[in-house]
Every structure is written in structure tokens, then in C-alpha cells.
């Protein structure tokens, strides 16, 4: 099936550390993966995404790495501050259906200040 | 600014109750998705539409049907609700020239 796993569930960081949220997925014919950043109360908003034609992005303090021959993908967040604290979300498009994005279970990450 | 909208952000509704609902988006997308946001589940997909009239299941369809009669209108019917159909519901919208996903905030749906 249409898999996302991300790891771990929940995250606790000092301020001013790094925080690293791991995803897998199952189709290495996928081509699209976003990430989505929650904060308590609000919707999903994209913080940053990349394509399977690109290595890594970066954008500010966070960057988004892939690994096609290992299908996963990850978010780097550099430097972490309160506002980082949220549920972020991984996903990715698979080739099945151009429309569809399957979601990670998400992780909860709260910077300690 | 995209703007997708949400008919209530919170609603408690009866067992056995047809539920509506709806979701609103001002920026011309041809793409609508409903969600449902479980603790520990992440984000999954119930039903969406990629053009007006147009539907397709997602991953959890049962027990829900969609309506899209407008372009900019999305509505999510629950035909006999059921408990275990309380969960936060989210709405989202996207155009063909962008693979963003813009959600609504969210309905906070409890179904006694």
C-alpha cells in the first residue's frame, strides 16, 4: 500500500539545539514530499518541500534531505526556538494518484526553553 | 492570501444524525480534500474532489459521502453519525499549477 512512517512521535529539545524528524515511504517511484507544520490551535500550513530530482533544500533554519535508494526523507531544524514547538507532518505523493498526499502519523516537538 | 474556510469549528451532534459539513475555498482551486486528524493517526484522507461534480474515495471512506456542486464548495456528509466518527475534520484546497495544500481550520466534531 500507500505507506508514510515517521519517527519519533514526539520530540523534546533544548532551545537552541537541533531537531531531526525522520519519514519512510513505500513507493520508490514517488516523487513529491512536503512537510506540514501544526501549532496548537491552528491548521496545517507547507513549511518546506522537495522533489525527487533534488537531494536537499534548504530554507532558513530548516532543510529537508532525501534518500531515494532508501525511500526516507527528513526535516532538519537548526537553531530551534519556541515558535518551532508543533506537530509537524511528512508526506508524500505517490505515482498511483497525482491528487493524493499520504500523511504521516506525525510528530510533536517541543523546544524547552 | 488563499482562504479556505469552514462551515463550524465546533459541533456536537446526536448518534444517528445526518451531519453536514461544508468547506469554502476563494481561490479558483479545481482540487478539494476532506481529512479527519486522529491523535496518533495523522492526517487521513476521506474523500476528494479534483473538479466540480468530480469525487473519489480516499483511504477511509465508509460512512461518509461528498458533495461538490460548486467549484469553490466542498461539503462532507456523515449520512447516520457515530461515535466513533468524533475527530477533528480538515478541509483542504489545491490548484493545478502548485502541489500546496492549503486546509481550512478545522472542525472539532463530537458525536454523542
Known amino acids: 500500500g500507500e505507506n508514510v512512517e515517521q519517527h519519533p512521535s514526539t520530540l523534546s529539545v533544548q532551545e537552541g539545539d537541533s531537531a531531526v524528524i525522520k519519514c519512510t515511504y513505500s513507493?520508490?517511484?514517488?516523487?513529491?514530499f512536503p512537510w506540514y507544520k501544526q501549532e496548537l490551535g491552528k491548521r496545517p500550513q507547507l513549511i518546506i518541500d522537495?522533489?525527487?530530482?533534488?537531494g536537499e533544500k534548504k530554507d532558513q533554519r530548516i532543510a529537508v534531505t532525501l534518500n531515494k535508494t532508501a525511500k526516507h526523507f527528513s526535516l532538519h531544524i537548526t537553531e530551534t526556538q519556541p515558535e518551532d514547538s508543533a506537530v509537524y507532518f511528512c508526506a508524500a505523493r505517490f505515482p498511483s494518484n497525482d491528487y493524493k498526499l499520504s500523511f504521516g502519523a506525525g510528530t510533536t516537538v517541543t523546544v524547552r526553553a | 492570501d488563499v482562504k479556505v474556510t469552514q462551515s463550524s469549528r465546533y459541533l456536537v451532534k446526536r448518534t444517528g444524525e445526518k451531519v453536514f459539513l461544508e468547506c469554502v475555498q476563494d481561490m479558483d482551486h479545481e482540487n478539494m480534500f476532506w481529512y479527519r486528524q486522529d491523535p496518533g493517526l495523522g492526517l487521513r484522507l476521506i474523500y476528494f474532489?479534483?473538479?466540480?461534480?468530480?469525487?473519489e474515495k480516499g483511504d477511509i471512506p465508509e460512512g461518509y459521502s461528498v458533495s461538490r456542486e460548486k467549484k469553490e464548495r466542498f461539503s462532507l456528509i456523515l449520512e447516520s453519525a457515530s461515535t466513533n466518527q468524533t475527530s477533528m475534520y480538515l478541509c483542504?484546497?489545491?490548484?493545478?499549477?502548485?502541489?500546496?495544500?492549503?486546509f481550512g481550520p478545522g472542525t472539532r466534531l463530537t458525536v454523542l
Open positions: 474532489s479534483y473538479d466540480v461534480k468530480m469525487k
Open positions: 522537495i522533489r525527487s530530482n533534488v
Open positions: 483542504a484546497s489545491r490548484g493545478v499549477v502548485t502541489d500546496t495544500q492549503y
Open positions: 513507493d520508490s517511484a514517488s516523487n513529491y
